[in-house]
C-alpha cells in the first residue's frame, strides 16, 4: 500500500480534488463548500478514502425508503474504518408506482450514477440496492467507472400473511385477481389481500426480481456473504450496514475493483445461482447489461449454456413455497452457493469484494434448511434453469422451466408422441390495453390450445419493456379451471409471476421483428426439444409480409423517452443504451486509475 508515514493513503483520487498544492485555487474551491456542513479540513485533506453512499431510498422508492435509516449505520462503518462518507442521491427507480415502467428508469439511473462517480471526489462507493432496477442500475454504473464498489442491499420484508397462508408479493396479485375476475372476491377484499403482503420496510419478499438480483450480486461476489436475504427490519441488516461500510474503505486501500470481481467467471456463478433460486425472469436482461458495462464477454449463450442443466434448490414463490424472511433463516444465499459448489457447478476461485474466493468465503458455513433450500442431490426439480428459444419469428427469447408446473405440462407439453411439444393459434394482442380491452370477448376465438401473443412491449415499442406477457385466459377459461394458456411476447413478465411465458422477444416488434408480422389465426409451434418457436406458414408468406411492414410512429411523452428510445437495444443484449457501452473502465482512460 502507498501509506505516507501518517498512514494517508497517497494514491486516492480524492487527493486531486481536495489536497493539490500545484492549484491552490481550484483546491480551496473544492474543499471550502465541504466545509460548509461541518466537515473539516483535516478530514478532506487528510488522505482518507471519501467513501460515497450511492443512496436509492426515497419517499418515491418505499422498497428502498429504509436505506435513509441503514445509511446512518454505513456511515458509522465508514468512519470506523477511516473512510469520510459522503451520501448523494440516485435517481428513483420504484417498480410498481413509475409510469409507463420503472424499466425505462435503470438506464437513466445508469447514466446519473456514471456522471457522479466520475466527476465527483470519490474514492469508493457503497451501493445501496433493493427494488429491481436498482440493483442492475447501481452495478451497471459502477462497473463503467470501475472504482472500488460494494452492495449493500436493502432486504426484503417480513413474510407476509392472508388468511392463515404466506402472501407473497406480486404473487398474491397474480392469485388474487384471478379470483376477481372469477367474481369470488370484492375490489375491497382484493386491495386488503395484496396489501398483506407488504407488511414491513424492505423489497419484495417473494423470489420477484429484486432477491433474485440482490441475490446474484451476493453470488456475483459484489456484497459480503449473506447479504442479499437478511429482511429489511431485521437487526442483522443494520449490522450488515456497518460491515460494508467498514469493508470499502479496505477495498479503497486495496485497490479492489469490479473488474477483479466481476469477471467472466463471476457471471458463470451467477447464472447457475439464479437457476438453483428459481429468479426472476428479469435476471438474463440485468446481468447482460452489467456484463456489457464491465466489458465482459457474457450473453444469453452463456446462460444457455450453463442455466438449463442445474437442478432448482430453493423453495421460494414464484417456483415454489415460501419467502425471503425463511430463506434467509434457511441459509440464504450461502446455503445455495455451498450446494453449488459441492456439486462442481461454481468456480470457487472466483474473488469477492472480501478479499477472498467465492470458496473462502463458503469455508464453514452449514448446510440449509432442507425444507426451503434442497441439497443439490434431492432438488425441488431437476434441470430448472432458463432455457434460450429462437425460430423463424425472434433471434432469442427466455422460458423459464422452474415454474412449469405438472397442470401446464400435463395439458399442453405431454402429447404421448410429440412429448414438450405444443402446437396452437395465436391470438394477437398490440399491447396491454389491446390485451385488457378484448380479452373477455367472447368473438376473440380464445381456445384451449391457443398461444397469447403480445407484441409492442419491448425497450423501443413501450418504451422501456413492459411487464404484460404473463397474461390471463378469458374469465370464462378461469371458471372452467384452466389456469393458464402459453404465452409470448416481446416485452417482459414480473418476477413474480409464475407464468411459463416465452419472454423478452428479441428483436422486438416495433424494430421489425418477426413478432410484428403475426396475424391471429397463424399456427404457432413451440418445440422445448429443439427450443424453436416457428410460425407454421406457407414459404414467402412471412417475406411478403416483411415487405409490406410499415414502421409503426411512435409517440415520445417524455425527453428522455426520445433519447431512449433513439439509443437502446433489444432484451436479448441486455437493453443497454448502446453508445454507453463502449465506455468501459472510464478512469483508467483518464490515467486516473
Ligand atoms: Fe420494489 Fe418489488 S416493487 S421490490
Ligand atoms: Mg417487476
Redesign the pocket.
Known amino acids: 500500500m502507498a501509506h505516507d508515514d501518517d498512514g494517508s493513503d497517497k494514491r486516492l483520487r480524492s487527493r486531486r480534488w481536495f489536497d493539490n498544492p500545484h492549484d491552490p485555487a481550484m483546491t480551496a474551491l473544492y474543499v471550502e463548500r465541504y466545509l460548509n456542513f461541518g466537515l473539516t479540513r483535516e478530514e478532506l485533506q487528510g488522505g482518507k478514502p471519501i467513501i460515497g453512499i450511492a443512496q436509492t431510498g426515497s419517499d418515491l422508492s418505499?422498497?428502498n425508503r429504509h436505506h435513509l435509516d441503514l445509511a446512518t449505520r454505513v456511515r458509522d462503518g465508514i468512519r470506523a474504518a477511516g473512510g469520510i462518507p459522503l451520501e448523494f442521491p440516485i435517481h428513483p427507480i420504484?417498480?410498481?408506482g413509475k409510469r409507463p415502467t420503472a424499466a425505462l428508469d435503470r438506464n437513466l439511473a445508469y447514466l446519473s450514477l456514471v456522471e457522479v462517480l466520475h466527476g465527483y471526489p470519490i474514492d469508493g462507493v457503497v451501493l445501496t440496492t433493493?427494488?429491481?432496477k436498482t440493483t442492475p442500475a447501481c452495478l451497471m454504473g459502477a462497473a463503467t467507472v470501475n472504482i472500488p464498489a460494494i452492495v449493500l442491499s436493502g432486504g426484503p420484508m417480513l413474510d407476509g400473511w392472508w388468511q392463515g397462508k404466506l402472501s407473497g408479493?406480486?404473487t398474491i396479485v397474480w392469485e388474487g385477481r384471478k379470483l376477481y375476475a372469477e367474481g369470488k372476491i370484492n375490489y375491497e377484499e382484493f386491495m386488503k389481500m395484496v396489501a398483506s403482503s407488504a407488511p414491513s420496510v424492505g423489497?419484495?419478499n417473494t423470489m420477484?426480481?429484486?432477491l433474485s438480483m440482490n441475490s446474484l450480486a451476493e453470488a456475483l461476489g459484489m456484497s459480503l456473504p449473506g447479504c442479499a436475504a437478511i429482511p429489511g427490519p431485521y437487526r442483522e441488516r443494520g449490522q450488515m450496514a456497518f460491515e460494508t461500510g467498514r469493508r470499502i474503505v479496505d477495498m479503497v486501500h486495496e485497490n479492489l475493483r469490479p473488474s477483479d470481481i466481476m469477471t467472466k467467471q463471476a457471471f458463470d456463478n451467477a447464472v447457475v445461482a439464479a437457476a438453483a433460486l428459481g429468479a426472476s425472469s428479469n435476471c438474463p436482461i440485468h446481468m447482460v447489461a452489467i456484463a456489457r458495462h464491465m466489458g465482459v464477454d457474457h450473453s444469453l449463450d452463456d446462460w444457455q449454456r450453463l442455466g438449463p442443466d442445474v437442478a432448482l434448490l430453493v423453495d421460494c414463490q414464484p417456483a415454489g413455497r415460501f419467502l425471503g424472511e425463511r430463506f434467509h433463516r434457511g441459509g440464504g444465499v450461502p446455503a445455495v452457493m455451498k450446494e453449488l459448489l459441492q456439486a462442481g457447478k461454481l468456480h470457487g476461485g472466483a474473488m469477492t469484494v472480501t478479499g477472498k474466493t467465492v470458496a473462502e468465503n463458503l469455508e464453514g458455513v452449514p448446510d440449509g434448511d432442507r425444507e426451503v433450500i434442497r441439497a443439490y442431490a434431492r432438488p425441488m426439480k431437476e434441470a430448472a434453469g432458463y432455457v434460450v428459444m429462437s425460430g423463424n419469428l425472434f433471434d432469442n427469447a427466455v422460458m423459464k422451466i422452474s415454474v412449469i408446473d405438472k397442470e401446464f405440462r400435463d395439458r399442453f407439453l405431454s402429447s404421448p408422441d410429440h412429448p414438450n411439444v405444443f402446437e396452437g393459434k395465436a391470438i394477437v394482442f398490440e399491447g396491454p390495453e389491446d390485451y385488457h380491452a378484448r380479452i373477455e370477448d367472447p368473438d376473440l376465438g380464445v381456445e384451449d390450445q391457443s398461444v397469447l401473443v403480445i407484441r409492442n412491449c419491448g425497450p423501443v415499442g413501450y418504451p422501456g419493456s413492459a411487464e404484460v406477457v404473463n397474461m390471463q385466459p378469458p374469465a370464462s377459461m378461469l371458471k372452467r379451471g384452466i389456469n393458464a394458456l402459453p404465452t409470448m411476447g416481446d416485452g417482459r413478465q414480473s418476477g413474480?409471476s409464475g407464468s411459463p411465458s416465452i419472454l423478452n422477444v428479441s428483436p422486438e416488434a416495433a424494430v421489425g421483428g418477426g413478432l410484428a408480422l403475426l396475424k391471429t389465426g397463424d399456427r404457432i409451434r413451440i418445440d422445448l426439444n429443439t427450443r424453436k418457436v416457428d410460425v407454421l406458414l406457407p414459404p414467402g408468406e412471412l417475406d411478403a409480409r416483411r415487405a409490406a411492414w410499415k414502421k409503426p410512429e411512435l409517440q415520445n411523452l417524455t425527453p428522455w423517452e426520445e433519447i431512449y428510445r433513439s439509443m437502446v437495444g433489444q432484451l436479448g443484449h441486455g437493453g443497454c443504451l448502446e453508445p454507453a457501452t463502449l465506455y468501459l473502465n472510464i478512469l483508467e482512460t483518464r490515467g486516473e486509475s
Do not use: I, L, M
Open positions: 418505499p422498497c420504484q417498480e410498481t433493493g427494488c429491481d408479493s406480486g423489497h419484495c420477484g426480481t429484486a413474480t
